[in-house]
């Protein structure tokens, strides 16, 4: 069953009421930037997903799994790094580089790293009020990975 797209237009996006300054905001550990991230990308694709009809719980799960792990989030970074600033590019591999834990989720280290970076990305873009970058992210990412 499809929900009425009117009914929560301009629902699937949020904003941060009072943004951080970008200098400040850069200076936080990457896994802190990556952990407001996470809950950020995954908030999106639930919104995305029940925008679009998904109103099962489980077929939720299931839908949101494939799209929110570190080897998808591997091949968003790979896709949406080479439009980076030199500067975002910068910051982003910082947050690429930094320690990881011994324990990782599914995937390779390397993908877990990019998936991390990704992640602190969209914390620091959501922290900044960088409403619009976050947009075009998201944007990417439902086309690429795909929204049921």
């Known amino acids: 069953m499809k929900v009425d797209k009117g009914i929560l237009s301009g629902s699937s996006f949020f904003e941060i009421s009072q943004v951080w300054n970008p200098k400040e905001a850069a200076k936080l550990p990457s896994r802190t930037l990556a ?5 950020v990308y995954e908030l999106m694709f639930r919104m995305e997903h029940v925008k679009n009809g998904i109103d099962d719980a489980g077929r939720l799960h299931s839908e949101i799994t494939k799209k929110v792990n570190s080897v998808a989030q591997a091949v ?3 896709k949406i790094f080479p439009g980076l600033s030199e500067e975002e590019q910068a910051m982003v591999i910082c947050w690429r580089n930094a320690k990881m834990p011994a324990k990782h989720g599914a995937g390779t280290p390397g993908e877990y790293a990019r998936a991390t970076a990704l992640e602190a990305w969209v914390g620091y873009l959501f922290v900044t009020g960088r409403s619009e970058d976050l947009r075009k992210l998201f944007d990417v990412a439902f086309e690429l990975l795909g929204v049921a």
């Open 35 to 39: 952990y407001i991230g996470d809950a």
């Open 76 to 78: 968003l970074f790979d």
